[in-house]
């Protein structure tokens, strides 16, 4: 993910969306709130299907069922000892 040349936009956040946003950038206090929006956005657009993500878009009409969200950076293996 490069972080030269980043374009400002505006969006529209639900407040609670936005409010678990601020939560989390001020527990991990690593990153700011537009590098967390930024980088959730890159990976579900570099790493997702597209119908994983047409799907993200409309959960909401699907509230009440069960939904599976697993996103996991698999560790390399290790190397062989000789």
Same mark, same amino acid.
């Given at each position: 993910? !490069? &972080?030269?040349?980043?374009?400002? &936009? !505006?969006?529209?956040?639900?407040?609670?969306?936005?409010?678990?946003?601020?939560?989390?950038?001020?527990?991990?206090?690593?990153?700011?709130?537009? %590098?967390? #929006?930024?980088? #959730?956005?890159? %990976?579900?657009?570099?790493?997702?299907?597209?119908?994983?993500?047409?799907?993200?878009?409309?959960? !909401?009409?699907?509230?009440?069922?069960? #939904?599976? %969200?697993?996103?996991?950076?698999?560790?390399?293996?290790?190397?062989?000892?000789?």
């Amino acid at each position: 993910m !490069s &972080t030269k040349n980043l374009k400002l &936009t !505006s969006v529209r956040i639900d407040p609670d969306t936005l409010e678990k946003i601020n939560q989390f950038a001020q527990k991990h206090e690593v990153w700011t709130r537009n %590098a967390v #929006i930024n980088s #959730i956005l890159t %990976a579900v657009m570099e790493r997702f299907s597209d119908s994983d993500v047409y799907d993200m878009c409309r959960t !909401s009409y699907f509230e009440n069922d069960p #939904i599976t %969200a697993i996103y996991k950076i698999n560790d390399l293996p290790k190397p062989k000892e000789q």
